[in-house]
T-cell receptor, first 111, second 114 residues
Framework: GENVEQHPSTLSVQEGDSAVIKCTYS??????FPWYKQELGKGPQLIIDIRSNVGEKKDQRIAVTLNKTAKHFSLHITETQPEDSAVYFC??????????FGSGTKLNVKP | DTGVSQNPRHKITKRGQNVTFRCDPI?????LYWYRQTLGQGPEFLTY????????KSRLLSDRFSAERPKGSFSTLEIQRTEQGDSAMYLCASSFERYTGELFFGEGSRLTVL
């Protein structure tokens, strides 16, 4: 199976600063890497994703980069706002049918 | 709203009782997943369906857990003889196979076993 590791587990930044969350995966056959944001008491919400044939993808203040050789991918949030405070999960799609998740990063954006 | 719907949202039960959760996926999605999430952890795979067929079940899932998806529409997850260790958030998610990804989650069903 796949093993996804995520760090840091907690991240505290000042409003307006950037935040970076990193994940590694173990199986080179994984080909799709989504990122989810989870607010307290709610289900995870897909915020951005990247496929293995792309190195970088950007959507307004968030971007994801993928390094297939090193088997790691990262989430970048620029100009952070208090409403960005949440738990973020990375995931990898293994064997085209099963998603494996990282253990999560709790992001706190201080106003 | 045509998102993934789960109910009940919260369930408190006594140890030894049976509980059932229901998930209604996005209507055109043929894949349906169940995940379990405990505090401070990422979602952990339990099982998934393609249409009405249950294609994979996690080895972590004991015999007390059973899931069904009759007619490839809604799904139920039943836990028999609940134990305190079953306390968790049970998440349902769905996707459309053709796009190989884009998994959409429901709001989850939180189970507390006393």
């Amino acid at each position: 199976g796949e093993n996804v590791e995520q760090h840091p587990s907690t991240l505290s930044v000042q409003e307006g600063d950037s935040a970076v969350i990193k994940c590694t995966y173990s199986d080179s056959a994984s080909n799709y890497f989504p990122w989810y944001k989870q607010e307290l008491g709610k289900g995870p919400q897909l915020i951005i994703d990247i496929r293995s044939n792309v190195g970088e993808k950007k959507d307004q203040r968030i971007a994801v980069t993928l390094n297939k050789t090193a088997k790691h991918f990262s989430l970048h949030i620029t100009e952070t706002q208090p409403e960005d405070s949440a738990v973020y999960f990375c995931a990898a799609l293994y064997n085209f049918n099963k998603f494996y998740f990282g253990s999560g990063t709790k992001l706190n954006v201080k106003p | 709203d045509t998102g993934v719907s789960q109910n009940p949202r919260h369930k408190i039960t006594k140890r030894g009782q049976n509980v059932t959760f229901r998930c209604d996926p996005i209507s055109e999605h043929n894949r349906l997943y169940w995940y379990r999430q405990t505090l401070g952890q990422g979602p952990e795979f339990l099982t998934y369906f393609q249409n009405e067929a249950q294609l994979e079940k996690s080895r972590l899932l004991s015999d007390r857990f059973s899931a069904e998806r009759p007619k490839g529409s809604f799904s139920t997850l039943e836990i028999q003889r609940t134990e305190q260790g079953d306390s968790a958030m049970y998440l349902c998610a769905s996707s459309f196979e053709r796009y190989t990804g884009e998994l959409f989650f429901g709001e989850g069903s939180r189970l507390t076993v006393l």
